[in-house]
């Protein structure tokens, strides 16, 4: 896959991150590169996470989201499945943004995986804008 058609399944995980997050993200930047500094590694938030920062600062650096493009690719069996792993991705380095830890990242994972699940089910989207 070239590196545009991966850029644009970025933009797709982007697209589908709940309204009411989506936002909430400023002064963030998605970066895509090739492979990760360290083997394994899926997307990589780098920043200040939303909670430890001052109203009163006059200007920040944007914080940025790397998506890494060889691991995902290798790790999904078609492109249905790409777009999977890399919404995960986005959600996860996402959710760092929002201050969340590791930990706390997985939990809401689960959850919003189940709730997926149910909306899918019953066809009530709306559902995650709520969230
Ligand atoms: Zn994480």
């Known amino acids: 896959m070239t590196a545009r ?3 644009r399944i970025v933009e797709r995980a982007i697209a589908r991150v709940p309204e009411g997050f989506r936002k909430r993200l400023k002064n963030l930047a998605f970066v895509v590169e090739k ?3 360290r083997p394994g590694l899926l997307g990589l938030y780098q920043g200040r996470p939303l909670p430890l920062r001052s109203v009163s600062e006059p200007f920040a650096m944007p914080d ?3 998506i890494y493009q060889g ?3 290798r790790m999904a069996h078609d492109e249905d499945d790409l777009q ?3 919404n995960d991705t986005v959600w996860h380095e996402v959710a760092h943004y929002f201050g969340l830890e590791e930990d706390e990242v997985l939990k809401a994972e689960r959850k ?3 709730s997926q699940r149910q909306a899918l089910r019953k066809n009530q ?3 995650e804008r709520n969230l």
Request: charged share 40%; proline share 14%.
């Open 64 to 66: 940025t989201i790397t």
């Open 112 to 114: 919003r995986r189940i």
């Open 35 to 37: 492979e990760p500094p």
């Open 5 to 7: 058609e991966f850029d």
């Open 71 to 73: 691991p995902h690719e």
């Open 125 to 127: 989207y709306n559902r």
């Open 84 to 86: 999977r792993i890399v």
